[in-house]
């Protein structure tokens, strides 16, 4: 909902997150303080979630296994799921996967370059393969298609691509939830993505 104040336009989240003091499941308390510790912050997309604890659950978990399990590499899943969302157009998840892929050894001027990474050196025939792939996969109408199969077969086993596609599709349920919720963004996201993506166009938007 936009709201105006000082005669500019801002935007608050539709549902505030749940404090972690308040969040009575303790499976769930404890694993948004693995975030906290692994992240720097417990994401508000899942503290707001948090109000129907099986779905949080049952989120979390598909996150794990697509993200976190695999031969793929993370950083490769990590990048993957930032393409796709550019292309969906959410600034939330751009700004955690940025912050995520710097976790992941991704450099800023790597993160930076995605957009041009057909011809950056800074990426891999491999890494192009998945990136191109997330970029059509994550638009709409989708653009998948053979040919872009068959350069991804040239890099990845069968299972890869399971991975590959699970990091694109998992990222179809954040970038709608997040951009449907306007989801606030936290402080540290906010900077890792000023500071690495900031000067490629990125912005807070409606996630303030």
């Known amino acids: 909902m936009a709201v105006l104040q000082n005669k500019k336009e801002y935007h608050v989240a539709h549902l505030s997150p749940i404090p972690l003091a308040e969040v009575k499941e303790d499976d769930i308390r404890e694993r948004f303080e693995h975030y906290k510790k692994t992240r720097g912050f417990t994401p508000n997309s899942i503290m707001t979630m948090v109000r129907r604890p099986n779905i949080v659950r049952a989120f979390m978990a598909l996150n794990q296994a697509v993200l976190y399990e695999g031969t793929v590499p993370e950083e490769t899943k990590m990048l ?19 912050n995520l892929s710097s976790i992941y050894k991704a450099s800023d001027a790597k993160i930076a370059a995605l957009w041009d990474f057909e011809n950056s050196a800074l990426f891999s025939p491999a890494e192009r393969a998945a990136i191109n ?14 040919t872009d199969f068959d350069e991804l077969k040239k890099h990845y086993n069968d299972e890869q691509i399971v991975e590959i596609v699970a990091s694109i599709a998992l990222f179809g349920y954040l970038n709608r939830w997040n951009d449907t919720m306007a ?25 303030r």
């Open 183 to 207: 989801t606030a963004l936290e402080p540290l996201a906010v900077e890792v993505a000023e500071r690495a993506i900031g000067g490629v166009g990125w912005e807070v938007g409606k996630h």
């Open 133 to 146: 792939l997330a970029l059509k996969a994550g638009a709409v109408p989708n653009e998948a298609s053979h």
């Open 80 to 98: 993957v799921s930032l393409a796709s969302s550019y292309a969906a157009g959410c600034l939330y998840c751009q700004s955690h996967m940025t």
